[in-house]
């Protein structure tokens, strides 16, 4: 179970997930805005399969939203 009880991120092999540390969501938030990348676990409430998305960025994630609205 996640330090972050309400984190949906099921890749426990990335060191920022909250289960390899105690600063909940801090770390991969953290790490997203510096990349300027949406973190997975927002991808994962608009996409299908996480693991076919190799584009991360903000542009990547609102065309998902937009083709969902549609």
């Known amino acids: 179970m996640p330090s972050s009880a309400f984190c949906p991120c099921t890749n426990t092999g990335c060191e920022l997930n909250p289960v390899n540390h105690d600063k909940g969501c801090d770390l991969c938030m953290e790490d997203s805005i510096k990349t300027k990348e949406v973190p997975r676990c927002l991808f994962m ?19 998902h939203i937009f083709a969902k609205s549609n």
């Open 45 to 63: 409430q608009v996409v299908d399969n996480v693991e076919s998305v190799n584009d991360w960025s903000f542009e990547n994630f609102a065309r």
